[in-house]
């Protein structure tokens, strides 16, 4: 991986765990089962990129660029993605653990989590319109001064949202899942 461009390679297997790599240009490569947890990728660039089955555990992505990168079966548990560069940031998770992650003060607009453990996250100041969250659980996570206009938590689990802090305009919720808009005022329903 030394090459400053690596242009639609499959790296497969590696072992990258407490290292740094930064610089770097991926366009349309795929990451297998491997190994960056703890590893500084900040100031790289993922473009149509795929991580598939890898650790990306405490990653860091200060001013890295995610352009329609998708993770699939990967673990990103306490990943900070604030720091990740703006400009055409779009990302897909599922089947994902990505519990203790931080995505505070990101466009997250039509983001989909399908499958995935979101547990005690953080999206305060966050954009998720249109974002849908499907069969995820969200344990403990905590969404303020978010908007969720128009997301979609119908088939998402354990959440406890504050419909005063966030915007929920359309935001769509099911039956059951609607009790966690009520936590905040400690009742009981039977």
Not at 89 to 109: H, P, R, W
Not at 144 to 150: F, V
Request: charged share 25%.
């Amino acid at each position: 991986m030394k090459e400053i461009l690596h242009e639609n390679k499959v790296f497969e297997n590696i072992t990258y765990a407490n290292q740094g790599i930064t610089g770097r240009e991926f366009d349309g490569c795929t990451f297998k089962n491997c190994d960056f947890s703890h590893t500084d990728l900040s100031r790289n660039g993922f473009s149509e990129c795929v991580f598939e089955a890898c650790n990306l555990s405490m990653v860091k992505f200060a001013d890295a660029k995610l352009q329609d990168v998708r993770f699939l079966n990967c673990k990103l548990m306490g990943v900070d993605f604030s720091g990740c560069h703006d400009f055409l940031f779009s990302v897909a998770f599922t089947g994902c653990t990505l519990d203790y992650a931080y995505f505070g003060k990101k466009n997250f607009k039509k983001t989909t989590f399908k499958s995935c453990s979101i547990k005690e996250a953080n999206f305060t100041d966050t954009d998720l319109t249109s974002a849908v969250f499907l069969d995820c659980d969200l344990q403990r996570t905590v969404f303020q001064r978010s908007n969720l206009e128009k997301a979609d938590f119908t088939s998402a689990i354990n959440y406890a949202l504050d419909p005063d802090l966030n915007r929920i305009k359309k935001a769509k919720f099911s039956q059951q899942g609607a009790l966690g808009l009520l936590a905040k005022y400690d009742i009981i329903i039977k």
